[in-house]
């Protein structure tokens, strides 16, 4: 028997499949779906629709993921605003500021960088709690921070002290 995350995946994955011939799924069995039409009995699908579901599927598996019996410490992107701020000697004020100067740019890249791949937050989440920004310019900002981080070995090295350091529980971090 499937998990409720599993089926979710893979009728987001045979919609996704789908939706390049065309709206209708050959997908009827979980309960989350219910626009069946009664001529074809396959599943319509709207862009909402799959957006929703998609929804649905993020909550799945970060649920799972809380479940789990062996938790991993994931820091909340506050810290890490707080954390690269200080690493960087700016403000938190800055980082959360729409100034593009390179001194508050490169920082704000990093902290957005390290909150992709440290936390479960998605793009448009991330970009809400740092500065209130679009999911685009979050993506901009990881592809930018990749690049940086691949041509300047001093700034990788601080950046992977940085990310040792977020990954420690508060309680290892005193210590």
Do not use: C
């Amino acid at each position: 028997m499937l998990s409720n995350a599993q089926e979710l995946f893979q009728i987001y994955k045979q919609a996704r499949s789908n939706m390049r011939m065309g709206p209708k799924v050959n997908y009827v069995r979980h309960e989350f779906v219910r626009p069946v039409n009664q001529e074809t009995q396959q599943v319509e699908f709207t862009t909402w629709q799959l957006r929703k579901l998609r929804q649905a599927l993020d909550d799945a598996l970060r649920n799972a993921q809380e479940e789990t019996e062996v938790s991993v410490y994931r820091p909340k992107v506050k810290l890490i605003v707080a954390i690269v701020a200080d690493e960087f000697g700016i403000s938190v004020d800055d980082i959360l500021s729409h100034r593009r100067t390179v001194n508050v740019a490169i920082p704000r890249h990093i902290a957005v960088y390290l909150a992709r791949r440290l936390t479960l937050r998605s793009t448009s989440e991330i970009g809400r709690l740092i500065g209130k920004r679009d999911h685009t310019t979050i993506l901009h900002s990881i592809n930018r921070a990749s690049e940086i981080l691949d041509s300047d070995g001093f700034l990788r090295e601080r950046v992977e002290r940085l990310e040792e350091l977020l990954k420690r529980e508060p309680a290892d971090a005193e210590t």
